[in-house]
């Protein structure tokens, strides 16, 4: 059983818009959640992170929220660029950040 | 530049003969790790390393084999490959006091079995 869900295989976006990834997640002992972009024939690159302590995390026209009563958490892009389009990769880790467990990726289309 | 390499980044093999892909990062990490991506399940933590000589079981690390007797080196070696081994593997390091766990990652290595 996944620990980490990413619902929605898939997202198309216009661009200018906002894009909004979920992610749902069923540990309660994961203290830090990570988002990842991957692109084509790359490996993924880190986007933002947030730890367990908060419920918001920014950077730049990036914005991760956490609810963890609910065990989710969401990525939102905005405004929404075709640069963006991409794979994204939810990701959970312990607080020692030695396991990490990831979601099965959502792709994001950004359209013109 | 900072950068985690990765050797082969394509490899067509046949069942039973042994096998090895390197990493190597030049960012001075102490942490390293394998991954293997499958459609549809996401990236799963093959084995981990916290520094020289210290590795570590994750979530899929049967039919494979690791060694860390460098910093800088975590070789991923599978000693009879199986078809079921057929994925993208990816190695990643991160600095051990690294906020929020980020890694960095290597640009892949698609392996076949047949």
């Known amino acids: 059983d996944q620990q980490v869900k990413q619902n929605s295989p898939s997202l198309s976006v216009q661009e200018g818009r906002i894009s909004i990834l979920n992610c749902d997640y069923t540990?309660?002992?994961?203290?830090?959640f990570l988002w990842y972009k991957k692109y084509p024939a790359e490996g993924p690159t880190f986007l933002i992170s947030?730890?367990?302590?908060?419920d918001k995390n920014e950077d730049g026209r990036f914005t991760v929220f956490l609810n963890k009563s609910a065990k989710h958490l969401s990525l939102h892009i905005v405004p929404s660029q075709p640069g963006d389009s991409a794979v994204y990769f939810c990701?959970?880790?312990?607080?020692?950040?030695?396991?990490?467990?990831f979601g099965p990726g959502t792709r994001l289309s950004v359209l013109p | 530049e900072a950068q985690v390499t990765q050797n082969p980044r394509y490899l067509i093999t046949v069942t039973g003969k042994k096998l090895t892909v390197t990493c190597s990062q030049n960012?001075?990490?102490?942490?390293m790790s394998w991954y293997r991506q499958d459609p549809g399940l996401g990236l799963r933590q093959i084995y981990y390393s916290m520094n020289v000589e210290v590795t570590d079981k994750g979530d899929v690390p049967e039919g494979y084999k690791v060694s860390r007797k460098e910093k800088r080196n975590f070789p991923l070696i599978l000693e009879s490959p199986s078809p079921n081994q057929t994925s993208l593997y990816f190695c990643?390091?991160?600095?051990?006091?690294?906020?929020?766990?980020?890694?960095?990652f290597g640009p892949g290595t698609r392996l076949t079995v047949t």
């Open positions: 947030i730890s367990s302590i908060k």
């Open positions: 960012m001075n990490h102490e942490y």
């Open positions: 990701a959970a880790s312990d607080n020692y950040g030695q396991n990490f467990v």
């Open positions: 990643a390091s991160r600095h051990r006091g690294g906020v929020g766990g980020e890694q960095y």
């Open positions: 540990n309660s002992m994961f203290d830090y």
